[in-house]
């Protein structure tokens, strides 16, 4: 069955690549003209040409909007990716990208989503409900290649190529795959730019960009010259956040002085070395919380593994009562300037007074999510709550 | 204090409430206008034998626009030249009107005297719009009633008559049929309304 199945889009793609070529033909000198536009539409409306008329109004909003050029970027995967077209249906492996999309204003775009995604019924109430294409590990290429999509955006680093652009440049050569993460706050504006600017939206990446740097400049003004020493971890206290994750970025970014400093990636570490550290403040990366659950009972455990940790007594964070649960999906999402925030907060209680970090998450959601959800009353994205 | 419930104040409400309806009505209809894409093709209806004569088609939509526009030419009938770049394929000519909003081809009748129909169709191809249209013109040694036109200014030295051509609606287009009569008929109702209420 997955074979015939495979077959016969196969020979679908076939007859389709000769006029995928066709258009990709107009940029052989990297520009539509006027004169090529007009021949290839007065060959259209004689019923003469190779190019379908969906791809001469593709070619047509090229020319008017795109000044008659590709449009490109380089993804976080360091690859460069170019776009001939404007961009009508997108596949979202990772639901931080359904999230920056959903902030762009590009939601009617998205065709697909991941099976996670489709768990998030109140943080997207109605993208939850289109089909699933897997998860980000194993995705499904048939279910993608079903969809028709002309992008497909999954993490940097997951999955493997092996997975996913190697299989799909075997079945369909026209969907692109792009790499951009949306969960650390390092890269995150640069990566709303890049993916407003391939969708045409510009304005609502600007929007949201003066929202992130108001926040990012806060906390720079009020960072102390002494800093707080942190430890970023997983549900396991043992499981390290190094440099290049999420968790060691938004530390260092709300002011902190990371004690994994120059030791990259995730990896695990002997317990005593965390005591002999001796952190201030302990961030946990958690996925229990989030939107869709009011149970803190989740969070708690994980919270409760590193202070009633033997030996752990004595780290400064745990005997000062400064170990933190922060929910993934709301650390390592666009929402992260309201993250950034409340870490802020934890690190220079004294210094943010006058801020309620769950007012900045309130004005996000409300703002770029546009969905109805209190904070207040639902959701569970720190520990201790807030 | 509060108390103006008086006859006067019942009207000057009653009045607001009709302005405020006819308004509502009117931006409605302006709104509305302003997403019908508009796309004339203009012509003489009678010409003289031999003669050259112009068509032109208009684009009734602020730039930017691409269109694109064929055209069944008569048998008879010879394109002499537009006033922008076009193919000709047998009896079919097209043409594409980028960041253009009026285009102008010019035809030579033939010889021989008839009534002969033009019929084409134009897409847009930033709005996923299209229509046809179709125009008949008549060559005749004698020209009968003339109508002459406000819209156009004809290059050639005959007089043109009657421009106006019939174009059917856009196929996917949304027009709102007998939306202007309805208009009509509502803002009139209205003006009988207040004139009642006073």
Redesign the interface.
Known sequence: MRTVFLASILLITSIGLVSANDYISLFNDNRITKDELANVIADYMLGSSRLSLDEIRDASYVYIYWNGEPKSIVDSANRTITIYKPIKRIVALHSDAVEALVVLGAEDKVVGVSKYTKECKRQFPELSKLPSIGSIFNPDIEAIVSLNPDVVITYARWPDPSKLEEKLELIDVDTKVIRLDFYKGSTMKEEIEKLGYLLDKEENASKYIEWFKRYENLVKSRTPEKKVKVYTCGKKPSRAFGEGTGPYDLSVMAGGENVLKGKEGYFDVDPEQVIVWAPEVILMRSYAGGYETDDISGMKAEYEKVIYKSGFENVPAVKNGRVYVMSFDFAFAPSYPAALVTVAKWLYPDRYSDIDPKEVFQEYIDNFLHINFNVSEQGCFVYPRW | MFIFTTKHNIKTMKNMFVRLVIICILCISMVSASVIRDVKVKTPTVVSPNEKFNIFIEIGKDL?T?V???LKIPDGFTLVNCS????V?GN?M???M??DTRAECTFKAPSSEGTFIFEG?W?D??N?EEGKFKMSISVSKVIATQIPTTTITPTTTTPTTTIIITTTPPVTAKPTPGFEFITGILSTSLIVLRRWLR
Request: aromatic share 4%.
């Open positions: 930017p691409v694109g526009v064929t922008t770049p076009y193919k394929l079919k097209s043409l594409a980028i960041n169709r897409v191809m930033l996923k």
